[in-house]
């Protein structure tokens, strides 16, 4: 007998993809086990940690909106129309859902079943290839050329660069694989798996792989009684198991689970059966992985309801850096999405201390990130450097509003420190009454450093020109910025005093062309990377930029790649300089997490021939871009 609700159902899903790759018999069958929801106006689909449902949807009526939560505001990040899927997490990955998706008026949506609907997308490759695409491009629709809809409810991706660092990182998995031979009996295995906490064991033929032994194996075969315990594992096993290659990505591991629809993969040198085994993947080895991409983090930091989760959140950063390296992702990505992590994670404590002390802020401020934070640059657990500015009040208000964010201050600073950012050794922070002023007194304080350049000399190098907005007013910080390029244009004895300050450093090589290392103290024979090399980079670029009157570019290699635009006869100079500012970056990254430092102390016995190559090549811009400041500011005769 005909269903003719199941047929017109059919009719509407033939018209869009991927179900119009889908045969008439197949799309029946999909049609009669779909469940219509009626769902009125703000009506949830479902909501932000819910656990994944056991279907997808596709809106057959009406419009649905994909919301994110911050500050207590639903923020709209894309509508989803007829003939638009929604709801493929559950399809791909286990944790919950990462958004909210709310009816914007009366509407109709079909909920596809997943048990369902899987069987058929395995026998047919366009149809998975789809949603793998859709999945892993971000995209609602991969095949519309406009990229209409953004699958933002499965990912909480923001931008491109953190799609690339999400789905083509190296996934991590577990490198020492317990393995067993095909002659051991089940009851030794099982017992081998209870003991060591694991859900799988690599059953081996002389180091090649031959199948594997899971949990659910147990489950079925053995548990039920179909096999004996005393059945060697040959007989129980599944056979072939499936093995990749090393470095496999997150996106390739969920294709190869899904398309051979397995919970583990056999990781081995060369991808085949016929190699060595290196390793084994599992599911929640890319659940870890989501857990730790971009996006993730971003939406934990938001979400975060106390100093603990944030540190943890912290914690993972060093993992996407790991991630990042191996995959070779540009340093200055990886730097700008740390960075963006870090700034969610300061705005969340300083919404926290702001409820902890009970009372809203007395007045409009901002909260600003100054040195490596402030130009993006921090990588690894380096200390704080921040500051507040206040609005301007009354006089008979002015102690008590400072007191009010000097109390803040505090809070946030110890967060800070309990999350894993050192405090700064030279109190820069913002508990610290000199760094925590009205806008008056901020700008009386930077033109008294600009017309006074001998004073305060070691603030003047760290600070200038290196804060980032934060948090609260961003005109105040505005208003500072101006207040700077208004009394330094032209000022060439405080830009002189500058240029010779930044000469101070030279290449860090001596005559023979051997490096300059520590002769004594706690890091006798390494070399200091940042004092010798980077911060001659940061100070030139700080110099040179402020030289040009350009305002809001505080990055080092940013600086640098903006001086190649405006200096063309010296674009040579500066393109290498922010190439050589960027290897010396990584140099300092992988040396500090190497050994869970600053990574400012370079060990040159454990760095290779090329390595030590490479260091030394990155020195000679040093050399250059200083005799361009000399030569700029006429240094020779600066007295």
């Not at 899987?118 to 491009?137: D, E, G």
């Not at 899971?214 to 594992?233: F, H, N, P, Q, V």
Request: hydrophobic content about 40%.
């Amino acid at each position: 007998m005909k269903n003719p609700i199941a047929e017109s159902i059919a009719d509407f899903l033939k018209r869009y993809h991927p179900f119009t790759s889908i045969n008439s018999t197949n799309l029946l069958e999909i049609a009669q086990s779909i469940n219509v929801i009626y769902l009125e106006k703000n009506d949830y689909l479902f909501k932000v940690n819910d656990q994944t449902h056991k279907t997808f949807y596709m809106v057959a009526s009406g419009a649905i909106g994909l919301t994110i939560t911050s500050d207590s505001d639903d923020i709209l990040i894309d509508k989803c129309d007829e003939g638009d899927i929604i709801g493929l997490r559950p399809f791909f990955a286990k944790d919950n859902y990462l958004m909210n998706a709310k009816a914007r008026e009366e509407s109709i949506v079909y909920a596809i079943p997943i048990e369902v609907f899987k069987p058929i997308v395995m026998q047919n490759s366009n149809v998975l290839n789809f949603l793998l695409q859709s999945f892993a491009s971000n995209t609602r629709n991969p095949l519309d050329k406009n990229h209409k809809g953004k699958l933002l409810s499965e990912n909480v991706i923001y931008n491109d660069s953190t799609n690339e660092i999400q789905y083509y990182q190296p996934i991590r998995y577990t490198k020492n694989a317990v393995t067993a031979s095909p002659t051991e009996i089940v009851k030794n295995i099982a017992l081998i798996m209870t003991n060591k906490k694991i859900g799988s064991i690599i059953i081996h033929n002389e180091g090649l792989p031959i199948g594997i032994v899971t949990d659910k194996d147990l489950r079925s075969k053995i548990a039920t009684g179909r096999y004996s315990i005393e059945t060697t594992i040959d007989k129980v096993m599944s056979s072939p198991v499936i093995t990749v290659t090393e470095n496999l990505s997150i996106v390739e591991a969920q294709i190869m689970m899904l398309k051979h629809n397995v919970g583990h993969l056999c990781v081995t040198k060369d991808g085949t059966s016929h190699s060595q085994i290196s390793g084994i993947i599992s599911e929640h080895d890319i659940v870890v992985a989501q857990a730790n991409n971009p996006g993730v983090l971003l939406k934990q930091a938001k979400r975060a309801q106390n100093t603990g989760d944030l540190k943890n959140i912290r914690e993972k950063v060093s993992d996407l850096i790991q991630h990042s390296i191996d995959k070779n992702i540009p340093i200055k990505h990886i730097c700008s999405i740390v960075s963006e992590i870090n700034i969610a994670i300061t705005r969340k404590a300083i919404d926290q201390a702001i409820e902890k002390l009970g009372t809203p802020p007395p007045c409009s401020f901002s909260w600003i990130n100054i040195g490596s934070q402030g130009r993006k640059e921090q990588l690894l657990l380096s200390d704080q450097d921040n500051a507040i500015v206040f609005e301007d009040v009354r006089d008979e208000r002015y102690d008590e509003v400072k007191e009010y964010f000097l109390n803040l201050g505090s809070i946030v600073t110890k967060k800070l420190n309990k999350i894993g950012y050192p405090f700064c050794e030279d109190n820069m922070m913002a508990s610290n009454p000199l760094w925590c002023k009205s806008i008056s007194d901020w700008k009386n304080q930077f033109k008294t450093w600009i017309l006074n350049p001998r004073e305060k000399q070691d603030v003047i190098s760290t600070l200038f020109f290196d804060y980032d907005f934060v948090y609260g007013n961003d005109k105040l910080v505005k208003e500072i910025t101006d207040t700077i390029f208004e009394h330094s244009k032209d000022n060439q004895l405080f830009l002189a005093y500058l240029g010779s300050e930044a000469l101070k450093n030279p290449p860090p090589l001596g005559f023979f062309r051997q490096f300059l290392v520590e002769s004594d103290g706690e890091h006798k024979d390494t070399f200091d990377i940042k004092r010798r090399a980077l911060l001659q980079f940061i100070d030139a670029a700080r110099i040179l930029i402020l030289d040009h009157g350009v305002k809001n570019i505080n990055n080092t290699a940013s600086r640098f790649a903006k001086l190649a635009e405006i200096e063309p006869l010296n674009a040579a100079i500066y393109e290498a300089c922010e190439e050589a500012f960027l290897e010396l970056v990584k140099f300092r990254t992988e040396e500090g997490l190497m050994h869970n430092t600053d990574g400012n102390y370079l060990n040159l016995k454990e760095l290779s021939k090329l390595d030590k190559v490479k260091l030394k090549n990155a020195f000679q811009p040093i050399n250059d871009v200083q005799e361009l400041i000399k030569n700029k500011f006429k240094l020779t005769y600066f007295t």
